[in-house]
């Protein structure tokens, strides 16, 4: 089993930064694959970003691309979504997920575990 605890969600003006962290623990994170994903209300969940167990590929989803960026820390056990240039569409509750040895999935059915969530707001 795997637990996720994201932070660092919170409410924010356009165009300023905010960095998501995950932190994992109960079994080895150098050997998941990790992503963010999103759910806005009314909405499901998307993809935002993925990197694979080995950390040399990372995917993002369009509407994010050049402005978000993710990381990992395996020595840390900790996964980061570096968001800039915020924007009010951007608002949403993101959960980190994680897949063992996962190459860079976007799909969600892909993941096995899942964090609670930490929500973004992005007031203009």
């Known amino acids: 089993q795997v637990q996720l605890i994201e932070s660092g969600g919170g409410l924010v003006q356009v165009g300023t930064s905010l960095r998501l962290s995950c932190a994992a623990s109960?079994?080895?994170?150098?050997?998941?694959?990790m992503g963010w994903f999103r759910q806005a209300p009314e909405k499901e969940r998307e993809f935002v970003a993925v990197i694979s167990y080995t950390a040399r590929t990372k995917i993002y989803a369009d509407s994010v691309k050049g402005r978000f960026t993710i990381s990992r820390d395996n020595d840390k056990n900790t996964l980061y979504l570096q968001m800039n240039s915020l924007k009010p569409e951007d608002t949403a509750v993101y959960y980190c997920?994680?897949?063992?040895?996962?190459?860079?999935?976007?799909?969600?059915?892909?993941?096995?575990?899942w964090g609670q969530g930490t929500q973004v707001t992005v007031s203009s």
């Open positions: 997920a994680a897949r063992l040895y996962g190459l860079g999935s976007g799909r969600t059915s892909d993941y096995d575990y």
């Open positions: 109960g079994h080895t994170f150098s050997r998941y694959g």
